[in-house]
């Protein structure tokens, strides 16, 4: 089984930044995700990465403020988190799709089946 480890989350005030670890005991050659889940909310799809040529996706909410990227020696993908706002307030999830080098962010139509344990972001002033 793949292991997955989130680091980097905490509390940060509106405007600051974070980012976000996920190491793996092997990345392999397949897609990458990451996820959140709010309080009372769906988990949703932040960002992801195909494994082919890394073509990254975001959803709109986080266009412009986060950059997903990938170290293949390491066995680490990061979220560069910016300009964050309360509303990114969450648990972060990565995830690897081993079925696929397609990423997906809509969770119920891709593979993900290792998770990391999350890590909290809380953006409050």
């Known amino acids: 089984q793949v292991q997955l480890v989130e680091s980097g989350g905490g509390l940060v005030q509106p405007g600051g930044s974070l980012n976000l670890s996920c190491t793996a005991s092997?990345?392999?050659?397949?897609?990458v995700g990451w996820f959140r889940q709010a309080p009372g909310k769906e988990r949703e799809g932040v960002s992801c990465l195909d494994s082919n040529d890394y073509s990254s996706y975001y959803t709109d909410s986080v266009k412009g403020r986060f950059t997903m990227s990938r170290d293949s020696a390491r066995d680490t993908v990061y979220l560069q988190m910016n300009s964050l706002k309360p509303e990114d307030t969450a648990i972060y999830y990565c995830?690897?799709?081993?079925?696929?080098?397609?990423?997906?962010?809509?969770?119920?139509?891709?593979?993900?089946?290792?998770w990391g344990q999350g890590t909290q972001v809380t953006v409050s002033s």
């Open positions: 092997t990345l392999g050659y397949y897609a």
């Open positions: 995830a690897i799709d081993f079925m696929s080098v397609f990423c997906t962010l809509e969770e119920d139509k891709g593979h993900y089946e290792s």
